[in-house]
């Protein structure tokens, strides 16, 4: 991965976040206590506020400040999670070179696993969890599979969208909607939602770029 991607990616996203300011809010207001959305905009404000001293970096210690500042600026269950993810995607970054499909496969769910770890946490608990759990497998899959990113990216967005419409049906027993019981059953997870927006803008951007 280039630097210079990754920069491009945290402007995309901040954008999305933006687009998506109303529905991110009021998701989070149902079943939680509505800051999801300014702990979102904190956060890539922080990222974009370190761009110039990251596009000199390499994109693995990039990815690394970027998780570094995100635990030091955002708050809330989703801060210290999402913090987490681009630790470990650093991490693993350093540790392999693989093709990039692979590559990608191998530090997204290093990043994955460090947010199942963290937030003790796995499918079916009506989190962010519910779509990067299944985003991971299918990857993994895919990847395994040497298919095509032209390929993969389609199916990558389907995926996370149906993990985001499976939340709503699920009783939360993690995060603040774990205090609703089924009074949170007919909302969707407001981190699933967010990180189905925070996906498919980066797979846009990665068939805008080709
Ligand atoms: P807070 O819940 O502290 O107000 P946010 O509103 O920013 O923080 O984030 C809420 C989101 O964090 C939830 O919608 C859920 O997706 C995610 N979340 C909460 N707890 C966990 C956990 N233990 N594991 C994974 N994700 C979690
Ligand atoms: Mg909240």
């Known amino acids: 991965m280039q630097t210079e991607f990754i920069i491009k ?36 404000s922080s990222v974009l506020d370190i761009k110039e001293k990251i596009s000199v970096l390499s994109a693995e210690e990039a990815l690394n400040h970027i998780g570094l500042k995100l635990l030091s600026t955002v708050g809330g269950a989703s801060g210290p999670l999402l913090a987490s993810f681009f630790i470990a995607y650093s991490q693993s970054e350093k540790e392999n070179n693989l093709d990039p499909v692979n590559q990608t496969s191998k530090s997204f769910t290093s990043g994955v696993e460090a947010i199942k770890k963290r937030g003790k946490a796995s499918t ?87």
């Open 124 to 210: 079916g608990e009506k989190t962010m969890l519910d779509v990067l759990i299944p985003v991971s497998i299918l990857l993994n899959k895919l990847a395994n599979e040497n298919k095509d990113p032209l390929e993969i990216i389609p199916l990558i967005k389907e995926v996370a969208l149906k993990g985001v419409l499976s939340t709503r049906d699920m009783i939360a027993t993690k995060g603040r909607a774990a205090n609703l019981g089924e009074r949170a059953i007919g909302h969707v997870d407001p981190g699933a939602k967010s990180c189905q927006i925070m996906i498919e803008t980066v797979c846009d951007l990665i068939l805008n770029n080709k």
């Open 9 to 44: 990616a945290a402007e995309a996203i901040h954008h999305a976040i933006n687009v998506n300011e109303s529905e991110i809010e009021s998701l989070d207001r149902e079943i939680g206590d509505g800051d999801h959305f300014i702990n979102l905009k904190r956060g890539c």
